[in-house]
Nanobody, 123 residues
Framework: VQLQASGGGLVQAGGSLRLSCAAS????????IGWFRQAPGKEREGVSC????????YYADSVKGRFTLSANNAGNVVYLQMDSLKPEDTAVYYC?????????????????WGRGTLVTVSS
């Protein structure tokens, strides 16, 4: 199982970035894919989750209305579109996979993790 997150970078407040999570080695439709982030000195925080089988999504209150999660099941890729970025969104972002057909919000439930991608939002 492999997960590869990409798309991070430096952006000004109010700007946008799109993160990608490319998955391989498992049946994509049988998994939920989650995004988590960890800022320096803070605990890992759940951001969003998508159930690959039906496309239903969950968002943390801190990103609701600004972030959009989508999946390309044919390509086994999940996209996290981040708009109206704020300095407090600065963190390393990780994607993770768990064999569930429902949202999974707790990071400890996830079996597989990709390397993070750094997002820096300047004020």
């Amino acid at each position: 199982v492999q997960l590869q997150a990409s798309g991070g970078g430096l952006v000004q407040a109010g700007g946008s970035l799109r993160l990608s999570c490319a998955a391989s080695g498992f049946t994509f439709d049988d998994y939920a894919i989650g995004w988590f982030r960890q800022a320096p000195g803070k605990e890992r925080e759940g951001v969003s989750c998508i159930v690959s089988s039906d496309g239903s999504t969950y968002y943390a209150d801190s990103v609701k209305g600004r972030f959009t999660l989508s999946a390309n099941n044919a390509g086994n890729v999940v996209y996290l579109q981040m708009d109206s970025l704020k300095p407090e969104d600065t963190a390393v972002y990780y994607c993770a996979a768990v064999p569930e057909w429902r949202w999974v919000k707790v990071s400890s439930k996830y079996r597989h993790w990709g390397r993070g991608t750094l997002v820096t939002v300047s004020s």
